[in-house]
C-alpha cells in the first residue's frame, strides 16, 4: 500500500517534467526547421536556374527534328554542338589564354584607377564639381566607337584592344566609387577628424570600406562590358582568341564550332562573373 502511495505520489511530478521536456522540445524543433527553410530556399534559385535550361535545351533539340540537318543549318542539334565543342576545346583554351592576356590588363588597371579616382571625386569637392561634368559627357559615348581609332593610332592590336577594355570598365568603377564616397555619412568623417585621422587614413579606413558595396557593383557592369568590348575588338584584327575564334568559323560557314564557341565564351563569362560574386560575399562580409 505504501509503495502505490509512493508511485503515485511520484505520478504528477514525472508529468510535470514530461509537460517541461516536451515544451523545451517544441521550440528547438521549430528553430529547427526554421533554419532549415532559408538553407533550403537558398538552393532555390538554382534549381530555377537549371530547369530554366532544361526547358531551353530541350526547346531546341525539338526545334531541331523540324531542321534539315544535312543541309549545314544555322541552328545545328545540340548533339552536333556538343562534338564540335569536345574536338575544339584545345583551340578554344588557347583563344581563352589569349583573351584573357588582354582582358586581365585593362580590367585591372580601370579598378585601381576608377576606384582611386572615384573615391578621390567623391571625398574632394573640388576634383569632384571638375570630373563628373566631364563624366556625363563622355561615359554615356559606346566605347566600341574607339575600336576603329584604338587600333589605327596604337602599335599593336594587343594595345589597342586592352585600351578599349578600359575604358569599357573604367567608367562604371568610376561612378559607383564616386556614389558610394558620396553615400558616407558625415558622422563617419567627423569621428575621423575627432580621432586625427588624416585625409590618407580616411579615404583608406573610413572612405574606402565604406564604398565596398558600391565599388563592387561598378566591377560587376565593367567586367561584363570589359567581355563584350573583348569579343567585339577581336572581331577586328586578332589572330587568336574567343571571339576571333567565333568569326573565323563563321566566315567559313561552320556553324557547329561557332555556336560552341558562343557557348563557351558564355561559360567563361558565367565563371568570372560568378568568382567577382563570390569575392564580393566574401569581402562584405557584414551584409550576409
Known sequence: MSQFITLAAEAPDAAVAA????????????ASVRSFAPSFTRFLPAWESLLLWAVLIAAWQISSYFIDQTANPLLPAPRIVLDALWDSLPELWKGTVSS????????????ALGVLLGLLAGLIPGLGRAAFPFAKVVAPVPPTVYIPYAIAVLPTFHLSATFVV????????????????????????????????????????????????????????GLGFSFILLTV????????????????????????????GILYTGFITWLAMTGLDKLRHRALFWLR
Open 233 to 260: 575588338a577581336e572581331l577586328f584584327g586578332a589572330n587568336a582568341g574567343l571571339g576571333r575564334f567565333v568569326q573565323y568559323y563563321a566566315d567559313f560557314a561552320d556553324y557547329p564550332r561557332m555556336v560552341a
Open 19 to 30: 509537460d517541461v521536456h516536451a515544451s523545451a522540445s517544441a521550440p528547438s524543433a521549430a
Open 166 to 221: 578600359f575604358i569599357g570598365a573604367f567608367w562604371p568603377v568610376f561612378q559607383n566609387a564616386a556614389a558610394g564616397a558620396h553615400a558616407v555619412e558625415k558622422r563617419y568623417r567627423d569621428n575621423a577628424r575627432v580621432l586625427g585621422f588624416s585625409r590618407l587614413e580616411t579615404l583608406v579606413r573610413v572612405i574606402f570600406p565604406a564604398s565596398l558595396p558600391h565599388i563592387f557593383s561598378g566591377m560587376a557592369v
Open 100 to 111: 584573357f592576356f588582354i582582358l586581365a590588363p585593362g580590367y585591372a588597371l580601370a579598378v
